[in-house]
C-alpha cells in the first residue's frame, strides 16, 4: 500500500481542517491498473489525499484499509467483469461497518445496462472509458467532504 | 549507402528547398500545428530526405531477408512462401464455450489457437477459492485441472494445430497439463508446436499476474527451458512480450527496450542455469503491440529485429542463426478501442493489422470493436479475422517483402527507434539487468509517467481521439455484447469438486509432496514432477500452493 502523505492515525487529526482522504481500490485478480494509477495521481495532483491500495485486494481487504485509513470515498477501478459482484460486496462491508457514509464511486469495463443496478445498490457513481480525469476531478471535489 | 558529395549537394538544396519554397507559403498558411509527433510524442519531421538518415549501410544495416541482422524479415520469401499465422486469442466461460470457439475460430479460417485464460487461472487460484469469487470464466475460459483442458482441446488434433496460451506465473502448471492432454491424445512431445507465454517479468512490470517473486520465478523459467530443449524441441519456450508493457502505457521506445531487455535477462538466466544459448535461443519469440501510430509501430517491429540479432550474435555469442532471430506475434492494441461509437474500432483495428504485417510479424491477432464493453461476440470475432483475411487476399501488401524497406521516413525511425531503446538498455545493464531494475520500480515508474503524460495530452485536445474529444455524439450502447451466464462459476466449482473426489488421492497427495520437495532443491527440474501432478488431475491451486509454500508471493509495491 502506498500513501501520498505518509501513512498514520488519520481520525486523530482534526477533521474539519483536514484534506478529503479518497482510497482508489483494485480488487480482484485482473491487473490493469493503468487508470486506477492515472486517477490516483490526477487526484494527488489536486489536492486529494489518496490511498492506493495496490492490485488484487479482497473486497475485505479494500474496507478494512478504508477503516483504518479513515478515509471519504472510495474509488474502485474493475476491468474484470466482476463488478456486479464486487460493487455490492464493497458496499454490504461498507454498511456491516457502519460506514455506508464513504462515498463509494468507480469506473472501468462496465457496460451501460449495468450501470441502473450498481447505482440501486448505493455505488454513487460509475464512469466508462473515455471519461475526462478532470471530470473525475470535478465530481471529488463537489461530491465528497470529510465525513464528520 | 550514399554518396558523400552528392548527399552534402542534397542537403544544400533541400535547405534551399526550405527557404525559398516552403518558408514563403508558411508565411501565408501556417502548418496545422506548432510540433508534429508520434503517438508516443517522438517528434517528427515535414520531409525525409536521404540525406536526412544517418549512416545507414544497407548491407550491416538491413541485409536481406532471412538474413542478419533481419531488418527486412526473419525469412527470406516472407508472405510470398506463406501468409502470417491467423491466431485470434479466445477464451471464455467453461472449457466447453471455448472449445467451440475454437472449433468456430477453425471453422473460419484461422490457422492457429490462442488461449485466453480466465483471471483465477493466470493467479494460479482453482475456482472454488475464496479469491476467484465472481471472476470464474469472466476474462477467459477456467481451468483448473486436467478434466478441464481435455474439454477445452477435445476433438481439437494437438499435432496439426500450434496452441499458444497466455500464461505466465503458473505456465510450467498449464504447460504440465497441456503435455498430458497431448500424451491422451497419442501425440509425441517432439510433435508438439505451440508458445507459452511464460514471461514473468513483463508480469512484474505490467500485466501483474504473477504469483510467485523474481527469483524463483526465474527458476522455474529455466526448468522449462532445459525441459523442453530436451524433450518439447518445437515448443515456444518464452513469448517475450511487449504487449502488455504498451497497453499499460508505456511508449513505443519503452515497449521495444524492455521487452528486449527482458529478453536479455532470459537469455542470461539460461545462460546461468548451464544451457549453451544455442540449445534455448532459437525457441524464444515476441509478442508486440500494433498500437495506432502506423510508421512508428512498423520503424519498431524493423529495428527490434535488427537489435535481437545483433544482441545475439554480438553480446550473446550465439553461433546458430535461429539464435539470431527474433520471430513475433502481434496483437492490435486493445487500449487504443473506443466505447464510443464502437463500430469505428473495425477501422482502427485495420490500420494497426496493416502496420503488423508490413512490419513482417509471424503471427497476428486482431481485436473485436466489442473488446472495449466486454469480451468479443461470435460476430464481431469474425469482423475481426476477416479483417485480417481482407489485408491477406485482397489488399496486395503480402506480394512483396518489406514493402516499406528503403523509404528515408521509415528507415531514419527504425534507427531512432534502434538507438533510443538501446540507450535505455545501457541504463537497465548500470542498474544490473531487468531484475534489479524492476525490484527499484524503475520500468514501471516509466511507464506510468507516459501513460499519465498521454492522458493529458488527451484531456488538453493536443492528441485527439475521434469520438472520445472529437467528432463526440450522444448514443446508447448500440451492439450487442457477450454475457457470461451466472451458471458457470456453479458448474466449474462442481467440476473441480468432483475431479478431486474421484481422482486417486493418495497419488495426488503424493505428486503434491513430491513437487514440495524439490522445489527446495534448485538443481531439481520441476517440469517432469508437474507432468506427473497433471496427470493425476491435481489441480493448479493445489499445484501453485505447493510452491507457495517455500517460493513465497510476490505482491504489488502499489507505486503511483
Known amino acids: ?148 | 549507402m550514399y554518396d558523400r558529395k552528392r548527399l552534402a549537394d542534397l542537403a544544400e538544396r533541400r535547405k534551399k528547398w526550405k527557404d525559398e519554397r516552403l518558408a514563403p507559403l508558411l508565411a501565408k498558411s501556417p502548418e496545422r500545428r506548432k510540433r508534429f509527433s508520434t503517438v508516443s510524442d517522438e517528434e517528427i519531421l515535414a520531409l525525409y530526405t536521404p540525406d536526412t538518415l544517418s549512416n545507414l549501410e544497407y548491407d550491416e544495416d538491413l541485409g536481406f531477408p532471412g538474413e542478419y541482422p533481419y531488418t527486412r524479415g526473419v525469412q527470406s520469401s516472407m508472405y510470398r512462401g506463406r501468409l502470417w499465422t491467423m491466431r485470434q486469442f479466445a477464451g471464455y466461460g467453461s472449457a466447453e464455450d471455448t472449445n467451440a470457439r475454437f472449433k468456430f475460430l477453425l471453422s473460419q479460417g484461422q490457422t492457429g489457437l490462442s488461449t485466453a485464460f480466465h483471471f483465477p487461472t493466470l493467479m494460479g487460484y482453482d475456482s472454488d477459492s475464496p479469491r476467484a469469487k465472481g471472476e470464474v470464466g469472466m476474462c477467459g475460459v477456467a481451468v483448473d485441472s486436467l478434466r478441464d483442458m481435455e474439454i477445452l482441446f477435445d476433438g481439437i488434433p494437438l499435432d496439426k494445430v500450434t496452441t499458444s496460451m497466455t500464461i505466465n506465473g503458473p505456465a510450467a502448471m498449464v504447460f504440465a497439463m497441456y503435455l498430458a492432454v497431448a500424451e491422451r491424445q497419442g501425440v509425441p512431445f517432439r510433435k508438439l508446436g505451440g508458445t507459452i507465454q511464460n514471461d514473468i517479468l513483463k508480469e512484474y512490470i505490467a500485466q501483474h499476474s504473477w504469483i510467485f517473486p523474481p527469483e524463483p520465478s526465474m527458476r522455474i523459467i529455466t526448468d522449462i527451458l532445459a525441459y523442453c530443449s530436451d524433450k518439447v524441441p518445437k515448443w515456444n519456450t518464452i513469448s517475450i512480450s511487449g504487449y502488455h508493457i504498451r497497453e499499460a502505457g508505456s511508449t513505443a521506445v519503452q515497449e521495444l527496450a524492455f521487452t528486449i531487455a527482458d529478453g536479455i535477462a532470459y537469455v542470461q538466466a539460461g545462460i546461468g542455469a548451464g544451457i549453451p544459448v544455442d540449445r534455448f535461443a532459437p525457441r524464444l519469440s515476441f509478442f508486440f503491440n500494433a498500437h495506432m501510430d502506423f510508421f512508428e509501430e512498423i520503424a519498431k517491429y524493423r529495428a527490434a529485429r535488427r537489435m535481437w540479432a545483433r544482441i545475439m550474435r554480438e553480446r550473446f555469442q550465439a553461433k546458430d542463426e535461429n539464435s539470431w532471430k527474433l520471430r513475433f506475434h502481434t496483437q492490435t492494441a486493445g487500449c487504443t478501442l473506443t466505447a464510443q461509437q464502437p463500430m469505428n474500432n473495425v477501422v482502427r483495428v485495420a490500420i494497426q493489422a496493416l502496420a503488423g504485417v508490413l512490419g513482417g510479424t509471424q503471427s497476428l491477432h486482431t481485436n473485436s470493436m466489442d473488446e472495449t464493453l466486454a469480451l468479443p461476440t461470435e460476430q464481431s470475432a469474425m469482423v475481426a479475422l476477416r479483417t485480417q483475411q481482407v489485408l491477406a487476399e485482397e489488399s496486395g501488401v503480402a506480394n512483396t517483402v518489406d514493402p516499406l524497406g528503403g523509404s528515408f521516413f521509415v528507415e531514419q525511425m527504425t534507427n531512432e527507434m534502434e538507438e533510443k531503446a538501446m540507450e535505455y538498455i545501457r541504463r537497465i545493464d548500470e542498474m544490473g539487468g531487468m531484475v534489479a531494475a524492476i525490484k527499484r520500480g524503475y520500468p514501471q515508474r516509466e511507464i506510468a509517467d507516459a501513460a499519465y503524460h498521454y492522458q493529458r495530452l488527451v484531456d488538453a485536445g493536443e492528441k485527439r481521439v475521434v469520438g472520445v474529444n472529437a467528432y463526440q455524439v450522444d448514443e446508447e450502447q448500440s451492439i450487442p455484447l457477450l454475457r457470461i451466464d451466472d451458471g458457470v462459476e456453479r458448474r466449474q466449482v462442481a467440476r473441480t469438486r468432483d475431479v478431486r473426489r474421484k481422482r486417486n488421492a493418495r497419488k495426488a497427495q503424493a505428486c503434491i509432496n513430491a513437487l514440495r520437495d524439490a522445489s527446495l532443491a534448485p538443481d531439481v527440474n520441476l517440469m517432469p514432477l508437474l507432468v506427473d501432478a497433471a496427470r493425476e488431475y491435481v489441480t493448479l491451486g493445489e499445484m501453485c500452493d505447493a510452491l507457495r509454500e517455500t517460493m513465497g508471493v510476490y505482491t504489488d509495491p502499489a507505486m503511483f
Do not use: C, W
Not at chain 1, 14 to 36: N, S, Y
Not at chain 1, 74 to 88: C, K, M, R
Not at chain 1, 105 to 115: A, L, T, V, Y
Open chain 1, 1 to 148: 500500500m502506498a500513501t501520498a502523505k505518509g501513512k498514520g492515525s488519520a481520525a486523530a487529526t482534526k477533521r474539519a481542517a483536514r484534506k478529503v482522504r479518497i482510497l482508489v481500490g483494485k480488487p480482484g485478480l485482473d491487473g490493469h491498473d493503468r487508470g486506477a494509477k492515472i486517477i490516483a495521481r490526477a487526484l494527488r495532483d489536486a489536492g486529494v489525499e489518496v490511498i492506493y491500495t495496490g492490485l488484487h485486494q479482497t473486497p475485505e481487504m479494500i474496507v478494512n484499509t478504508a477503516a483504518q485509513e479513515d478515509v471519504d470515498g472510495i474509488g474502485l477501478s474493475i476491468l474484470s467483469g466482476a463488478h456486479n459482484y464486487l460493487f455490492p460486496k464493497v458496499m454490504e462491508l461498507l454498511r456491516e461497518k457502519k460506514m455506508g457514509d464513504v462515498v463509494l464511486f468507480g469506473g472501468g469495463i462496465i457496460p451501460d445496462d449495468d450501470i441502473p443496478k450498481l447505482l440501486k445498490k448505493g455505488v454513487d457513481r460509475v464512469f466508462t472509458p473515455g471519461t475526462r480525469i478532470q471530470e473525475i476531478v470535478e465530481y471529488v471535489n463537489a461530491r465528497i467532504q470529510p465525513r464528520k
